[in-house]
């Protein structure tokens, strides 16, 4: 069943509230059809078979992850599913190969998202959990999945980066939260990012603003030169396209594509120049060792190690995005 077109993260807690909406409280309404239909469509999908699994997970919420399978709110995947992913172009080996949109059985193109981003990740979970308001995890990945002209691989790569950043406190030492600065705030709402007009710091964003800040941090002053956002998906693995983003996110500027061309050229010798300039030539690069089931673990591996040296106190972060064990 396609939900791409649902008006609404597919979550238990949306199709609650989505309920009373007055689209399906009054049957007078002019979209009290499409929208009762919507929600039906979304309890079927979160309970495909209609009956419960007689475990634990019969008192959580469900929700479906970006790997389209169902997830208990602790995680536990409790059904089957797909998700329709649009057409897109991918480089291999240096071709350019367009890809059909398909309908996609979880854990292919992204096998991190086998884990649904249900949770927090493991090494920020309990800081997350303990700074942040009762459903802040929910709603920054529901607005995530909803931004426009984002793919897969963008989207997930946001809202990794979210959960590392440890969600919505501000910073002890800066005016960052999620990692946004006041400079890149006001540098989103000079470029014209809608819906920043009234806000004045990073800590009094929305979860949606946020969500759209952050992604004009890597579409245009991270990656402005290789593509932008999207050409996250031209690796066709979801866990690549993360670690690359939080690399650039996180260090930024010139360090975050020195320590990609040092990882390249770790597992390719030479591949490319250590210039700190962020274009086309590295992430095509990127993209090859990436995409290749032999290279790819050596890659992130080397990432990891590269980080780690630049910035040891965040180890647990840049050892995440090995993806040790998930890929």
Do not use: C
């Amino acid at each position: 069943m396609d939900t791409t077109m649902l008006p609404f993260p597919l979550t238990e807690a949306s199709l609650k509230a989505a309920m009373r909406d007055p689209r399906y409280t009054e049957s007078s309404h002019p979209a009290s059809k499409a929208w009762r239909d919507s929600v039906a469509q979304g309890f079927a999908t979160l309970y495909p078979d209609e009956t419960l699994r007689g475990d634990h997970t019969d008192q959580l919420e469900r929700h479906q992850g970006a790997d389209g399978h169902i997830y208990a709110s602790d995680g536990t995947k409790v059904a089957s599913g797909t998700v329709r992913v649009r057409s897109y172009t991918r480089t291999v080996n240096g071709h350019v190969v367009e890809v059909a949109a398909h309908d996609r059985s979880g854990g292919s193109e992204g096998k991190a998202a086998d884990q649904g981003q249900s949770a927090p990740p493991a090494n920020k979970k309990a800081f997350f959990d303990s700074k942040n308001p009762p459903g802040t995890w929910d709603d920054f990945r529901g607005k995530a999945q909803s931004l426009p002209n984002t793919g897969e691989a963008g989207k997930f790569a946001l809202v990794e980066i979210f959960g590392q950043e440890g969600g919505v406190p501000k910073d002890s030492t800066s005016s960052a939260s999620a990692g946004i600065l006041q400079e890149t705030l006001d540098n989103a709402k000079d470029a014209g990012v809608p819906g920043l007009e009234k806000t004045t710091t990073p800590a009094k964003l929305s979860n949606e603003q946020r969500a759209a800040v952050m992604r004009y941090k890597l579409d245009q002053e991270e990656l402005g030169h290789a593509g932008g956002i999207k050409a996250l998906e031209s690796f066709g693995d979801a866990q690549s396209a993360a670690a690359m983003a939080d690399t650039l996110y996180r260090h930024g500027g010139v360090d975050g594509p020195k320590l990609l061309q040092g990882a390249i050229n770790d597992v390719k010798p030479g591949a490319v120049p250590k210039t700190g300039y962020m274009g086309k030539q590295t992430l095509e690069a990127y993209g090859r060792l990436a995409s290749s089931p032999e290279t790819k673990g050596r890659l992130l591996d080397a990432l990891a190690k590269r980080r780690t040296t630049v910035a040891p106190y965040e180890k647990a972060r840049f050892d995440y995005y090995r993806y040790s064990g998930r890929r």
